[in-house]
């Protein structure tokens, strides 16, 4: 009997004497990364088609920001899985690092920046004050710019760095990201979007919230904060039932409660950070304490 081949195997070129893949299977993990790209494209127009439909006086759901919230969310996980399915068949390469880091400024860039503007900001009913009502309009300006810089100061960190390390490192063998990633943060636009039935927001003390939102999220970015990349999660290994069974409840609570389960589950992932970093804080501070209590004594 011929031995079993795993995909990584399979795909090796006979001809070749380093046993490199074959030239055809460079093209998988890209092929993601351009369905990941048209998502972005997509969610775009759709923001804008809905833009133009509530211009006529139509403030309530949209189905155009609805389906590009949900386009947006189908990008982030396709963005997870061409990095997974290039180390998987061991075809990464500097062209498919490049192209999936294009691809991630304008489908979690600019696309959720797009999105923000439109449902967000522009709707916003004048307020008695027009210079109050001009500067909460570029303060929205100001908050969506920062978005797309520090999404796209990200992704350029990201590429340079060899093996970053968080300012508050985690266990020893689990993989990190040094601040939040770009894809978190265009899902929790989205998922905002999607979970507020997609009617845009027109009174200003919600406009001032997502501008706080919109700022937190774009410094979240470009902090030294840790974020888990389960990068370590193997999609080929075996699994136990109890893994299965929460597997199914989720996908479960998605199907039909998919509003509220998928802003839970960005608010958890955006918020992970936050409290790690705080709970680090909070634990430094009495070693700190019993280090300078030690250190008085030998002064004297």
């Not at 081949?5 to 998988?28: G, H, M, Q, T, V």
């Not at 500067?135 to 810089?149: D, E, K, N, T």
């Not at 409660?257 to 634990?283: D, E, M």
Request: with cysteine.
């Amino acid at each position: 009997m011929t031995p079993k081949l795993n995909l990584r195997e399979r795909l090796i070129d006979p001809n070749s004497p380093d046993r490199r893949p074959r030239k055809a299977a460079y093209a998988l993990p890209s092929m993601f990364t351009a369905g990941n790209l048209f998502l972005g494209f997509l969610a775009i127009l759709k923001a804008i088609e809905g833009a133009l439909y509530a211009h006529g006086g139509n403030y309530g759901y949209n189905r155009h920001w609805e389906v590009a919230a949900i386009v947006i969310g189908v990008a982030v996980f396709l963005d997870g899985l061409d990095g997974r399915i290039a180390r998987l068949t061991n075809t990464t390469s500097d062209f498919g690092r490049e192209l999936d880091s294009l691809a991630d400024v304008i489908s979690f860039g600019i696309a959720p920046a797009v999105l923000a503007f439109v449902w967000g900001f522009y709707f916003l009913e004048p307020l008695a004050n027009a210079q109050a009502h001009q500067y909460l309009m570029q303060a929205g300006y100001f908050s969506i710019f920062l978005f797309v810089l520090c999404g796209a100061s990200r992704l350029a960190r990201f590429n340079i760095s060899v093996d970053p390390v968080p300012r508050n490192p985690g266990r020893p063998g689990r993989k990190y990201f040094v601040g939040l990633p770009i894809p978190a943060g265009a899902g929790m636009v989205a998922a905002v979007v999607y979970a507020a039935g997609s009617e845009p927001l027109r009174s200003w003390p919600l406009v001032l919230a997502w501008i706080v939102l919109n700022i937190a999220l774009a410094l979240l970015m470009i902090s030294s904060w840790r974020y888990r990349s389960f990068k370590d999660f193997s999609l080929v290994s075996p699994r136990s039932p109890s893994s299965v069974v929460l597997f199914g409840v989720v996908l479960y609570l998605m199907w039909n409660f998919s509003k509220a389960v998928l802003l839970a589950l960005a608010i958890v992932y955006v918020g992970s950070g936050i409290v790690v970093r705080i709970g680090g804080l909070l634990r430094r501070r009495p070693h700190h304490a019993a280090a300078e209590a030690e250190q008085r004594p030998a002064a004297n």
